[in-house]
């Protein structure tokens, strides 16, 4: 069984600030939202250029 990966991320604080603002208004916490964001960006990248492995 595969386990949960950890990813540190830096961001200047006016990036943050925007970030925490989105997710409460989608009532997600930061790194759901972070995890959505990058799973959305992942779905248009694969419907553009096919799957990724």
């Not at 961001?11 to 990036?15: F, G, I, K, L, W």
């Given at each position: 069984m595969e386990k949960d990966k950890h990813l540190g991320l830096r961001?200047?604080?006016?990036?943050h600030r925007k970030l925490k603002s989105l997710a409460e208004f989608e009532g997600r916490s930061i790194n759901g939202e972070v995890l959505y964001l990058i799973r959305q960006a992942i779905l248009q990248h694969e419907k553009e250029y096919g799957k990724l492995r």
């Open positions: 961001m200047d604080s006016d990036t």
